[in-house]
Each structure stands twice: as structure tokens, then as C-alpha cells.
DNA sequence: TAGATTGTTAATCGATTAACAATC
DNA sequence: TAGATTGTTAATCGATTAACAATC
């Protein structure tokens, strides 16, 4: 129950690393934690730490702290990693493959119930415990099958046109790995971007730019 | 010559995407563009936009804008993708095979020199243009070349022992796809990180949320 | 010159940090 | 109860936007 239904994006990227710091604690079997020493694991400070949980309810206890696994329990809640959003991986390349093997999909909110590729050599292969399948049988997948999201590990240029199509089928979540402005042209969709070229640059320009440390 | 020697990472972060829309008016043969129009094509405020290349120099003209190439040259310079720094990836698994083959790292700024991998199999392969090395051998590969980066992409666990090699190498620039908590133990590092798992868990969240657009 | 558009200063907005009363 | 630590308000800091004089 968010006491306000309006959080600021900040907040809500910080989530993750909450939950991620939360889980290591309570597999290392603590069970309470206060906001200082938290703030002082993560490398942020204890007032942040209060005012993110804040936005979401009171989950402390005054003199205390908080219980590690209880927060986990409610980070993860709020997050809604128990979902199981039901999606799609778009384009099984290198990175679609390494994507789909790498990552433990059903503790991060989703299952992922088929993969689509247009080159036939791959079509028909097995992907983890999925068979890749041809791209031109989305449509009949997603009459057949309710789908909540699209992962897009395609390049840039075909993104428009498949786009396109899940747009249609009705999906308007997408896990973005190409450089096509999806929010843009699609306004109602939810769009989380990963720019990697971006990000590399990024660290190129500090490379060049050394002398303090991270932010 | 940058005016100022401090600039905010949240302008840094935004320098890749300039360069990227600004590289794609280049391609399409657009000659000058105003801060109005730019802004307008990557949806942000033209404020913005000024604001963020004044905190380098004076690359436009009043009455006139900016010239595309020559801003896209700049901001090429700022970041400095030409310094061709020499990176090493640890780590041949799915990902870090994908990411090898997927980007373009001469036009990032990076030149990659060389991977590491401890499976057996895999050491002896090619990949791409390079043979994948035992990671063994890192240490005299470093005694025989240069490297500025590496490009970690192996499982967290593993990471601790070879960053206290890679570090002790003197290599302190990494791009991390893993979890641990490179800038915290190191930090005399310039880190970049992508937490794939936290930006899915992040699409979860606002798909549960689902409102407003994207921000 | 007149019109356009920058560079830059000032105003606003939002996010972070500090402080402290409430309370376990 | 005394000590600790939260939840929350107020103060500060930084980032974004608006406005406009400078100037091409």
C-alpha cells in the first residue's frame, strides 16, 4: 500500500539494489538491520535510505531497525518479483541467447514463454527449455498465449517494423536493448532501455577525465 | 577545453545520446540543426540542450544553431572516442562472448586486445579476431602489452580474486556486468556498471504501476 | 537591418541531507 | 527507564527550465 502513488523514477531505480543488498544480508542469516548501517554497506546515506523506505510505508520499528527478511519480503512486493509477467524474447543472436541462459528470470518478475527469430537456422533449436521459433508464427503464439511483455535483442533497423506487430497484439512493456525510441513513438508503452554503447562511452569519457573516483 | 573542469555525471550521461541522434542527422545529410529542433527529436527541453553543450564551449552560432558535424566531431572529441583504449574481457561465457561480437569497440573509444577465460574448452577458440586466453596467462599478457580496461564478465563469485589481480596489474578502469561492488573496495577505479537484473526489475515495477508514460 | 537563435543568468523545481521529536 | 533508531519535517544542494540580452 504506497502511501503516495506518485514516486519519483530516482527511487524507484534504487529499488533493485535495496532488494539485492537485503537478500546477501539475509542469506548471511542477519535479521535486523538499522538505516545507518545499511546506508553504510550500500554507500549512501542513512537519511536516503529512510526517505526511499518512507515512500512506501513505515516498515521500521523506532530504537530498533528493520528486519532484514521482512524488508526483503517487502521490497520484493513492491517490486512485484512474484508477478510472473509472461514475455517474449525477440531476436536470438548472441545476446538474445546470452540474455535468455544468463538470467534467472522468475526471481526478476517474469517467465519468459517463447523466443522468435527470423534466421531459419536457428528456428527450431533449442534456447534453455524453449525452442526458437519463427518470427512470422507471433502472431498465432500471441493469440494462443497471453503475453505481458517483449524482450527486444534485435538491431535497431528491424525494431520499427516487429515493433509494429507486438504493438498490435496488444504489448506495450518492452525490455529494450536497440537504439530505436520506443516511448517516443509509442506513448503508452513502458520502456526500460539498455544502452550499452552508451554506457561505454561513459566510461571512456572518465577514463579521459580521471581524478576523482565514483560517483 | 572544457570551461569547467567538474561537470555533472547527469550531463556526462547524456553526452552518448547527443552524440548518437547528432551522428544520425550527420548520415541523413542534415547540415545545421538549432537547439529548439534538436531537443524536439530527443524529447527533451532545448534549455536543456544548450545548457549541456555550453558546459563544454560555444559550439554553436547565434542566429544560425549548431553545425552537425562539426558538434558531432566535438562531442566525439569530448568523449573521446578516439583514444582507442586497450581493454581486456575475462570472462568467454554467453555474455561475454555476445558482447564481444555484438559491439563495435573501435567506435566506442576501445580497442579490444585480448579474453581470458578459465574453461578449458574454450581456451584456444576464436573469437571474433582473438583467441581466447587461459586466464592463467593474464599476468604475462600484461607484462607484454598495455591495457587500460577490462571488461569483466564473469559470475560475481569469481570476481573478487581477479580484480585483485587485474587491479595489482594496474588496470583500474572496468566496465562491470556483475554485482560486486568494484568502486567500494577500489576506490582509485573508475567503474561503469550494468545491472541487467536491476533494470528488469525495474520494468517489472512499473509495469505493476502502469500509469503514466515513460519519463 | 530584421529575424533567429545562441550563451548565460535568474527562477523554479526536485532530490538529498540534516535535524529532531516520536517512540519502541 | 535510558538508549537507540525510526519517521518526518525543514534546510540545503543540485539540476532543470524560463527568460532575455548578446550577436550572428
Redesign the pocket.
Known amino acids: 500500500m504506497p502511501?503516495n502513488d506518485s514516486i519519483?523514477?530516482?527511487?524507484i531505480r534504487?529499488l533493485p539494489r535495496y532488494y539485492r543488498f537485503l537478500s546477501e544480508l539475509d542469506e548471511q542469516g542477519f535479521e535486523?538491520?538499522?538505516?545507518?548501517?545499511?546506508a553504510e554497506i550500500m554507500n549512501?546515506?542513512?537519511?536516503?535510505?529512510?526517505?526511499?523506505?518512507?515512500c512506501f510505508?513505515?516498515?521500521?520499528?523506532?530504537?530498533?531497525?528493520?528486519s532484514v527478511s521482512q524488508l526483503k519480503l517487502e521490497i520484493q512486493k513492491i517490486l512485484g518479483l512474484n508477478n510472473g509477467y509472461r514475455a517474449i524474447l525477440i531476436g536470438v543472436g548472441n545476446f538474445g541467447t546470452a540474455i535468455a541462459k544468463h538470467l534467472d528470470f522468475n526471481k526478476l518478475g517474469f517467465e519468459l514463454i517463447g523466443c522468435f527469430e527470423v534466421d531459419r537456422k536457428k528456428i527450431g533449436e533449442p534456447l534453455g527449455n524453449l525452442i526458437v521459433s519463427d518470427e512470422a508464427e507471433l502472431e498465432n503464439f500471441c493469440a494462443e498465449n497471453k503475453v505481458d511483455a517483449a524482450f527486444l535483442c534485435i538491431p535497431k533497423q528491424n525494431v520499427e517494423e516487429i515493433l509494429e506487430r507486438l504493438y498490435r497484439l496488444g504489448i506495450k512493456s518492452y525490455w529494450n536493448f536497440s537504439h530505436y525510441d520506443i516511448a517516443t513513438k509509442y506513448t503508452d508503452t513502458v520502456v526500460e532501455n539498455v544502452h550499452l554503447s552508451d554506457n561505454l562511452m561513459t566510461l571512456c569519457y572518465r577514463m579521459n577525465n580521471k581524478k576523482s573516483s565514483n560517483p
Open positions: 502511501k519519483s523514477m530516482t527511487v534504487r535486523r538491520i538499522s538505516s545507518n548501517k545499511l549512501v546515506t542513512a537519511s536516503q535510505v529512510r526517505q526511499d523506505l518512507n510505508g513505515g516498515f521500521g520499528q523506532q530504537g530498533y531497525g528493520y
